[in-house]
C-alpha cells in the first residue's frame, strides 16, 4: 500500500493507495471542535506540538492545536537550520518535534488499522539539503522509511493529471502557511521535468495572521493583557477568521476579556496587499527563467491555503490573464499528499506509470582555484549537475596541491554553480577523509571522485586512485556534520525524554515557537538551572535603566537587560536565576523592543509584578531573596527596605553591575545607607 505524507508548515496530510484509488486519512478529526470544521479539515493533522498543565508529554494534532496551553509551531520553517524549541526546562532540536509530529501521525493511523513502514515525504521545491536531510531524518526516527523525497509542486502536478491525462505546461503555485513555491513543469505521457522553480522561504499564512491580528487590535484601539489561555484563544480566534474571510465577505471576532470587533474581506485584503504581491515575484521569475510568456502555461494550480484566499486567485489570473484550475479537479489542501501517495504506488510497481525525481540542486565538492593558484581561496567543484534525473552517477578527477600527503579532507557541498562557494545559498553537507595507502607524490595521488545520488535522494561518495585503482574512499553521507544536524538515533533517545516531559506549572504563561529575539539568547545562554546552583534574584528594571553605551536615548534597554543577564548565567553555569521587572517597563521601552519583553514575561523568563504592589518590583526582589537565601543582582541601595531586610548589609548578599571594556562585570557591594539630616552640614 503505497503512502504519501504532505509535511507541511502549519498541516500535514497523510493519504495511501488502496488499490483502485488514493484516500486521504482522516487521522485526527475525532479531536476537531465544530467550529473548525470546514471543507477538508477533517483530512488535516495540523503540524503542531503541544503542552498542557493537565497531561505530561506533548499532545500532537488537533488536540495539540486547539486544547494545549502552550502551542509549538512552524517546526517545519525550523528544520532549514536546526532550530531550537523550548519544552518544559529543556530546549530540543527542531528535528525532534517533527519527529513527533511524525510519530503521532504513524500512531493515529495504526488506530485506523492501517501501518505506515515506509512513505514518499513531499519538501518544498526550493528546500535546501539541511531542510531535506532533517525531514527524512525526522520521519526516519518516527520508524517511517522514506522511499523519495518528492517536490511538493510534482507531487501536485501528479494528482491532477492523474485524472487529467492532457500533455502540456503547467504551473503550480503553493502557498501554505509556511511557504510560497512557484515551480513550472512540463508533463509528457506520464513524465514531469521540473523547468523552473523560485519561492520565499518564510512567506505564508502565518504572516497573513500577523496582519489580521494587527487590524483586529487597531481596531479595537488596544492591546488587552491576555494570560496564557486567552493568548492562545486570540491567535486561534484571528486564524479562524482568515478561513472565514474566504468565503465569507465580514466576520465578528471576539478578543478574550474585550469586545467584539468586525472585520471584513476588504479590510483584510487592504492590510495583505503588498505580501500577495511579493509572492508573485516568484512566478515573474519562473517566466523570466524560461523566457516564455503566460499563454505558454496550459494549466496553473493553485495549492495549499493561504492560495486560497480570493484576493490570491485573482492577483495570479490577472497576471496570467487564465483562469487557474477549479479546486474540485485539484484539492488545494489534499492534492500534495495524493500526488506523494500515487508516487509511492508508482515506486511499488502497484500501477503503471514513470515517475522521475530530479536533484534540485549541484552537488560536489571544494578545490583551488586553477586560475588563480597561488590563492587559498577555493572554489565549488560540480560533479552531479542541478535537476539530475535520479539515480544518477557522476565522477571527476581531482589531485592533490602538494607531494606526499597522507590523507585529504573532501567537502561534500550542495551548491550553486553560478555563484562564490561561500555564497549563502550553498550548502556544505560534510566532510569525509581520504586515508593514502602511503604518502604518495601528487601525481600518483591522483584519485577519481564519484557521486552516485539515489532516487530516494542518499548520496554515496567513492574515491579511487588512478594509477592503481585502489579505493581510498567509500562512504555513504547518513549525517550532516555541518549545520548542526542530529542523527535518527539520537533523536530517537529525545523523543523518548519529549513523552517523559512533565505537564505545564498552572498558571504559567506561554508563547509559540516564534520565541523573542532576546528570549532566545537567553534559553540558550546557559545549562538548566540545578538546586545546588548558586541562586541570584536580578533588579531586571535597574539593570534596564543603566547608562552604559549599549543605553539608547532616555529610555531603557531590553537589549542591555538580556545581554547582561546572559552574561551573569555564563559566569555562573547552573545557577538559577529569577528576573523582576516593574509593571511601566514595557511602556518605557522603546517600541520595537516591548513585544520581545511581552513573549520573555509570558514565556516565564522574565516576572513582572502586579500592578500597585508595594514596593513595586525592588519589594518583590528583596522578598524572594529572602526566601530562596539568595543573592540580589542591582545597584539600586533599597533605602526604604534596609530597616525591614538587615541582611541586605551582610557579605556576598548584593552584587553591582558594571559594564566596562566589553565585559559585564558583577562585583560584591555593600548598599549605602540613606544620610541622616544635619549630618555634614546639611
Excluded at 504 to 514: D, E, H, N, V, W
Excluded at 587 to 606: C, T, V
Aim: net charge negative; charged share 25%.
Amino acid at each position: 500500500m503505497g503512502t504519501g505524507i504532505d509535511f507541511g508548515t502549519t498541516n500535514s496530510v497523510v493519504a495511501q493507495w488502496n488499490g483502485s484509488e488514493v484516500e486521504v486519512l482522516a487521522l485526527d478529526a475525532d479531536h476537531l471542535n465544530s467550529d473548525w470544521f470546514h471543507d477538508s479539515f477533517e483530512n488535516l493533522f495540523p503540524s503542531v506540538a503541544g503542552q498542557s498543565t493537565l497531561r505530561s508529554g506533548l499532545l500532537y494534532g488537533w488536540e495539540a492545536k486547539l486544547r494545549s496551553d502552550l502551542a509549538i509551531e512552524a517546526c517545519k520553517r525550523m528544520l532549514k537550520s536546526e532550530g531550537g524549541v523550548q519544552v518544559g526546562s529543556r530546549r530540543f532540536p527542531a528535528t525532534t518535534v517533527a519527529a513527533g509530529v511524525f510519530s503521532a501521525m504513524r500512531d493515529r493511523a495504526r488506530r485506523r488499522l492501517t501501518e505506515i513502514e515506509s512513505a514518499v515525504v513531499t519538501v518544498p521545491a526550493n528546500a535546501k539539503g539541511g531542510a531535506r536531510y532533517r525531514t527524512r531524518a525526522a520521519a526516519r526516527a518516527a520508524g517511517i522509511r522514506v522511499k523519495a523525497l518528492l517536490n511538493e509542486p510534482t507531487a501536485a502536478a501528479l494528482a491532477y493529471t492523474h485524472h487529467v491525462q492532457d500533455n502540456g505546461t503547467i504551473m503550480v503555485f503553493d502557498w501554505g502557511g509556511g511557504t510560497i513555491d512557484v515551480t513550472v513543469l512540463d508533463h509528457h505521457d506520464g513524465f514531469f521535468h521540473e523547468k523552473a522553480s523560485r519561492g520565499i522561504t518564510q512567506l505564508g499564512g502565518i504572516e497573513i495572521d500577523e496582519r489580521l491580528r494587527e487590524l483586529i487590535l487597531r481596531k479595537n484601539g488596544k492591546t488587552p493583557a491576555l494570560d496564557m489561555a486567552g493568548e492562545r484563544e486570540f491567535a486561534l480566534a484571528v486564524e479562524r477568521t482568515k478561513i472565514r474571510l474566504s468565503v465569507e465577505e465580514a466576520v465578528f471576532v471576539t478578543i478574550p476579556g474585550s469586545k467584539t470587533i468586525q472585520v471584513t474581506r476588504e479590510e483584510l485584503e487592504a492590510v495583505v496587499g503588498d505580501l500577495v504581491e511579493r509572492a508573485l515575484q516568484p512566478v515573474r521569475m519562473c517566466l523570466n527563467d524560461l523566457g516564455i510568456d503566460p499563454i505558454d502555461v496550459d494549466d496553473i494550480l493553485m495549492i495549499g491555503g493561504t492560495s486560497q484566499m480570493p484576493c490570491v486567485r485573482r492577483a495570479v489570473e490577472r497576471l496570467m490573464d487564465d483562469e487557474t484550475v477549479n479546486p474540485k479537479l485539484c484539492e488545494p489542501m489534499t492534492a500534495v499528499a495524493r500526488g506523494a501517495a500515487l508516487a509511492a504506488a508508482i515506486f511499488d510497481r502497484e500501477i503503471e506509470g514513470v515517475l522521475k525525481v530530479s536533484s534540485m540542486y549541484a552537488l560536489g565538492t571544494s578545490s583551488r582555484d586553477p586560475k588563480n593558484p597561488q590563492s587559498d581561496k577555493r572554489i565549488f567543484s560540480a560533479i552531479i549537475p542541478e535537476r539530475s534525473p535520479l539515480p544518477i552517477i557522476r565522477e571527476k578527477s581531482y589531485t592533490p596541491i602538494d607531494d606526499f600527503r597522507s590523507h585529504l579532507s573532501i567537502q561534500v557541498w550542495e551548491a550553486d554553480p553560478s555563484k562564490p562557494l561561500d555564497d549563502e545559498e550553498n550548502f556544505q553537507l560534510t566532510t569525509l577523509r581520504l586515508e593514502y595507502p602511503k604518502p604518495l607524490p601528487r601525481d600518483e595521488g591522483q584519485f577519481l571522485l564519484k557521486y552516485t545520488y539515489t532516487d530516494e535522494g542518499l548520496l554515496k561518495v567513492k574515491a579511487t586512485l588512478t594509477n592503481t585503482g585502489e579505493v581510498v574512499l567509500d562512504q555513504e553521507v547518513k549525517e550532516f556534520t555541518h549545520g548542526g544536524s542530529i542523527s535518527p538515533e539520537e533523536i530517537k533517545v529525545q523523543l523518548h525524554e519529549l513523552s517523559l516531559t512533565p505537564p505545564l506549572r498552572a498558571g504559567l504563561r506561554a508563547s509559540s515557537t516564534a520565541l523573542p529575539q532576546f528570549s532566545d539568547t537567553l534559553n540558550t545562554a546557559a545549562p538548566e538551572p540545578t538546586p545546588s546552583g548558586p541562586r541570584f534574584v536580578v533588579d531586571g528594571s535597574n539593570i534596564a535603566w543603566l547608562r552604559t553605551p549599549l543605553t539608547r536615548g532616555e529610555r531603557p534597554s531590553f537589549a542591555q537587560l538580556v545581554e547582561a543577564v546572559t552574561a551573569l548565567k555564563r559566569e555562573h553555569p547552573g545557577a538559577s536565576v529569577d528576573v523582576f521587572v516593574d509593571p511601566a517597563l514595557r511602556h518605557q521601552l522603546d517600541e520595537a523592543e516591548r513585544p520581545a519583553l511581552a513573549q520573555g514575561i509570558s514565556y516565564g523568563e522574565f516576572i513582572q509584578v502586579a500592578a500597585g504592589t508595594h514596593g513595586k518590583a525592588d519589594r518583590a526582589v528583596v522578598e524572594l531573596a529572602t526566601r530562596k537565601n539568595a543573592t540580589i543582582v542591582t545597584n539600586d541601595n533599597y533605602a526604604e527596605l534596609q530597616a525591614d531586610f538587615p541582611w541586605l548589609f551582610d557579605k556576598d548578599r548584593v552584587l553591582g553591575i558594571q559594564y566596562a571594556g566589553g565585559i559585564w562585570m558583577f562585583l560584591p557591594r555593600t548598599p549605602l545607607k540613606p544620610r541622616r539630616p544635619g549630618v555634614n552640614g546639611r
